[in-house]
């Protein structure tokens, strides 16, 4: 497989404090298959059994244990980069700091985990003889990822500086949202590969900047059903976007996530936030703004053990 473009999300993983717990969830719920590697360190850091996991027999992501209990249950994403070492520089140069240095994991690559000005927690990944995803922007694999932040502007400066992303600002119903496509592209959304979204006053006040990963199914109503059944919540319900269905969820174990069912293959999703399901007048939308008070007091927790 080619090697990503620096700055391109290449990987995922959901650490969690029970990963057999997690493979039956994830398992069921997007038809996952898993094999096991441990003993050595893994992607932030950690020691112990990691669960590689795999979508018609191509790798998509994985699960990895908690190092204790103080750590986050969440979702976190890995961008790409050839000198993870020359990045976490960039990184402490525009505000940012290094949670873990770079790691070797084993001849796999090389690891860190980095938090950006608002506190928002991201992967690096030099890869070794393993890229990153082998499947992604297919049902059952990685498709978007954008950054949710209270100061937008601190948030473009640090990500177009580190990154070199080109962005691109959408207007109308996406008013807030700014796309990133990589450097030495035309900017746009066919080239997108992220972005940003603003944490407004309909957000909860404690809610901090964080990430938000999406997975594309087939179907976003079958998928919040199978959720909930599987020991899940649904933090935000499904709603139309002009790029798809989407929902945001909480896994049994309360790693936070996204879907997305059938994008327009012709543009990146960089429409689908969770703001869009939130908007709805307060009589009309208590049941999505409880589940934004539980899912903010889980990304508080996340917040302080970062």
Same mark, same amino acid.
């Given at each position: 497989?080619?090697?990503?473009?620096?700055?391109?999300?290449?990987?995922?993983?959901?650490?969690?404090?029970?990963?057999?717990?997690?493979?039956?969830?994830?398992?069921? %719920?997007?038809?996952?298959?898993?094999? *096991?590697?441990?003993?050595?360190?893994?992607?932030?850091?950690?020691?112990?059994?990691?669960?590689?996991?795999?979508?018609?027999?191509?790798?998509?992501?994985?699960?990895?244990?908690?190092?204790?209990?103080?750590?986050?249950?969440?979702?976190?994403?890995?961008?790409?980069?050839?000198?993870?070492?020359?990045?976490?520089?960039?990184?402490?140069?525009?505000?940012?700091? %290094?949670?873990?240095?770079?790691?070797?994991?084993?001849?796999?690559?090389?690891?860190?985990?980095?938090?950006?000005?608002?506190?928002?927690?991201?992967? %690096?990944?030099?890869?070794?003889?393993?890229?990153?995803?082998?499947?992604?922007?297919?049902?059952?694999?990685?498709?978007?990822?954008?950054?949710?932040?209270?100061?937008?502007?601190?948030?473009?400066?640090?990500?177009?500086?580190?990154?070199?992303?080109?962005?691109?600002? %959408?207007?109308?119903?996406?008013?807030?949202?700014?796309?990133?496509?990589?450097?030495?592209? *035309?900017?746009?959304?066919?080239?997108?590969?992220?972005?940003?979204?603003?944490?407004?006053?309909?957000?909860?006040?404690?809610?901090?900047?964080?990430?938000?990963?999406?997975?594309?199914?087939?179907?976003?109503?079958?998928?919040?059903?199978?959720?909930?059944?599987?020991?899940?919540?649904?933090?935000?319900?499904?709603?139309?976007?002009?790029?798809?269905?989407?929902?945001?969820?909480?896994?049994?174990?309360?790693?936070?996530?996204?879907?997305?069912?059938?994008?327009?293959?012709?543009?990146?999703?960089?429409?689908?936030?969770?703001?869009?399901?939130?908007? *709805?007048?307060?009589?009309?939308?208590?049941?999505?703004?409880?589940?934004?008070?539980?899912?903010?007091? *889980?990304?508080?927790?996340?917040?302080?053990?970062?």
């Amino acid at each position: 497989m080619a090697a990503f473009t620096e700055g391109t999300p290449c990987w995922v993983d959901a650490s969690l404090p029970d990963v057999e717990a997690g493979k039956r969830f994830y398992g069921e %719920l997007f038809g996952w298959t898993f094999s *096991e590697r441990g003993g050595g360190h893994v992607p932030g850091g950690v020691r112990g059994r990691y669960a590689d996991a795999f979508s018609d027999g191509r790798l998509v992501g994985a699960l990895t244990p908690k190092r204790d209990g103080r750590m986050p249950t969440v979702w976190g994403v890995y961008f790409a980069t050839p000198d993870a070492t020359a990045l976490g520089r960039r990184i402490a140069q525009h505000g940012g700091r %290094l949670i873990n240095d770079p790691l070797p994991v084993d001849s796999a690559g090389i690891s860190a985990v980095a938090a950006d000005p608002g506190g928002a927690v991201f992967g %690096l990944w030099q890869a070794g003889t393993r890229q990153g995803f082998e499947k992604r922007g297919e049902p059952n694999s990685f498709c978007w990822t954008e950054v949710y932040t209270r100061n937008h502007e601190r948030a473009d400066d640090f990500y177009e500086s580190v990154f070199h992303f080109q962005g691109t600002d %959408l207007t109308g119903t996406m008013t807030g949202f700014r796309m990133w496509s990589p450097a030495g592209t *035309e900017p746009g959304e066919s080239t997108a590969v992220g972005g940003r979204s603003a944490i407004t006053d309909e957000f909860p006040p404690e809610m901090p900047d964080h990430f938000l990963v999406y997975f594309c199914v087939t179907d976003c109503d079958a998928t919040a059903e199978a959720v909930v059944r599987l020991g899940g919540r649904i933090r935000t319900v499904p709603s139309d976007t002009p790029y798809g269905r989407i929902a945001v969820f909480g896994d049994n174990q309360g790693a936070t996530f996204a879907v997305l069912a059938e994008p327009d293959r012709s543009a990146a999703p960089g429409g689908p936030r969770e703001t869009e399901s939130r908007g *709805e007048p307060p009589e009309s939308g208590g049941g999505s703004r409880r589940a934004d008070r539980d899912a903010a007091d *889980e990304d508080g927790e996340a917040a302080k053990s970062a």
